[in-house]
């Protein structure tokens, strides 16, 4: 393969049989990183999911919440948050980290 053109020359029916399989399995792992890029970002979980992608406890989360750090909807009379918020959250305050360094 070259240049993403596939040379037809020389090449047995069970090497474009695979060929064929390692394009299709890239394109697939591409287009699913993607949904789950655009359906993470829209999902919103509990409070328990909540707790759990932070690493705290619900004390915690409600202070979280009245500082203003996410943004908080209301389905059935239980709170929502966005889990892409959650993560963002997460990523730049690395709970873990900061008790390693005390540690």
């Given at each position: 393969m070259q240049n993403n053109n596939i040379i037809l020359h020389?090449?047995?029916p069970a090497e474009l049989k695979e060929l064929l399989r390692e394009l299709v399995r890239e394109e697939f792992e591409n287009?699913?990183?993607?949904?789950?890029r655009v359906i993470g970002e829209d999902d919103l979980v509990s409070t328990g999911t909540a707790c759990r992608i932070l690493g705290v406890c619900s004390k915690v989360l409600r202070y979280l919440v009245?500082?203003?750090h996410f943004t908080v909807f209301y389905h059935m009379k239980e709170k929502r948050y966005i889990r892409a918020?959650?993560?963002?959250?997460?990523?730049q305050h690395r709970?873990?980290?900061l008790k390693k360094l005390k540690g």
């Open positions: 020389s090449i047995t287009i699913n990183q993607e949904m789950q009245q500082e203003g918020e959650l993560l963002d959250f997460r990523n709970v873990s980290r």
